[in-house]
């Protein structure tokens, strides 16, 4: 699933405060009874050493992302950071840059068959560098932000060993530090990769759709709190990007497992998917 998430020009932003805490998705002023017991997903975290530098004190990301999963559905998230200096894809045409990843599918799947350690995390988050195709020079361009290994709509991949998800980091921090005007404040670049993070994550964990065209008809008919974008929706607003640290999905706050009209809906689904 490709995310092409960064808009070619900065949106006004209502706030550049960190919102509070919401519940992400129930209806606003609801709170869906917690009856579930909690299942826990061992995530890797592995990094290209320069994108790994632009991560350095963001010491709420990964609290920030497993929080949306953990109030949503019960998926708390245990992230292992095992490697901060994976080399670049010596399969890519374009090395040491991050090729098509459409064309060369290939190239990311062999790549986590190499640095994934799948049988004791069933699941990964792949930190990396340049994606070629990505402009470097502005003025504010737009770029693909991530990809994750496509999976059928609404079920997560059963094989841990070709679920991947792959960040473009160095690009987002060129776009967000450099190329754009107002720059992002440190605080607010961590606020997006929160978002960018979760939405990412999102497609591996339960083959969460973008929330936009067809599939936004079909399986995100729940809703948000006020002011608020679901986590899933490309091209999201800087007022939801920057101004919050707690993404939220799309719900009607009544969702049992087995229904999929709605982000929630879906990841109570797939929230047993053998690990």
Request: hydrophobic share 35%.
């Amino acid at each position: 699933m490709k995310c092409t998430s960064l808009r070619g020009s900065r949106l006004p932003f209502l706030t550049i405060l960190v919102g509070a805490i919401a519940l992400g998705c129930a209806l606003q002023g609801e709170t869906p009874p917690d009856q579930l017991q909690v299942v826990t997903d061992a995530v890797q975290t592995s990094a290209q050493l320069e994108a790994h530098q632009d991560l350095v004190g963001m010491y709420n990301l990964e609290d920030a992302v497993a929080g949306a999963f953990l109030r949503t559905a019960d998926i708390n998230l245990d992230f292992h950071d095992t490697n901060d200096n994976l080399p670049a894809p010596s399969q890519s045409p374009n090395y040491p840059d991050w090729p098509d990843d459409f064309t060369y599918q290939s190239v990311y799947q062999n790549y986590a068959n190499t640095y994934h350690d799948a049988a004791t995390y069933p699941w990964v988050v792949f930190y990396v560098n340049h994606y070629a195709s990505n402009p470097t020079t502005g003025p504010c361009p737009s770029i693909q932000v991530g990809t994750t290994n496509p999976a059928s709509p609404n079920v997560a991949e059963p094989d841990a060993t070709r679920r991947s998800s792959f960040i473009f980091v160095t690009d987002i921090w060129l776009v967000e530090k450099t190329l754009c005007s107002p720059a992002a404040t440190d605080q607010q670049f961590e606020n997006e990769m929160i978002h960018l993070v979760t939405h990412e994550y999102g497609h591996q964990r339960a083959g969460l759709t973008n929330n936009s065209g067809t599939n936004g008809t079909l399986y995100h008919t729940g809703s948000v709190p006020t002011g608020r974008q679901d986590v899933m929706v490309v091209g999201a607003s800087y007022a939801e990007l920057w101004g919050y640290a707690d993404p939220v999905f799309d719900a009607t706050g009544v969702e049992t497992a087995g229904a999929h009209s709605t982000c929630r809906g879906n990841l109570l689904s797939n929230r047993l998917v053998s690990h």
